[in-house]
């Protein structure tokens, strides 16, 4: 099973947590990267995932879920320390954000 990375913990985030758990995916197979230290302790109570408030440390995941608030999305990804990238799986679940722009910041990190 591929190991999950989720940048944003809020509700969104949360549901499809609970959607990959109910569907078999491990818990210690999902990790969530979270500013809020409340919004962490508990999606860890909740759901058993591993938590981190920086957003970085989910980047050894095979697949990387961007679950922040599309104006947040550009900074977000520029601010991905571009050395721990791989050959990540990107997915966003921001509306209104074109792949190409997010694959041109994600390029751009730490230029």
Sequence with gaps: MPTIGFIGGGNMAASLIGGLINAGTAAADITVAEPDKNQRQSLARQFKVN????????????????????????TVCQQLDQTKLKKNLFISIAAGIKSTDINNWLSAANS
Aim: charged share 20%; glycine share 0%.
């Design 51 to 74: 938590t981190s408030a920086d957003n970085n440390d989910i980047l050894h995941c095979e697949i990387v879920v961007l679950a922040v608030k599309p104006q947040l999305l550009k």
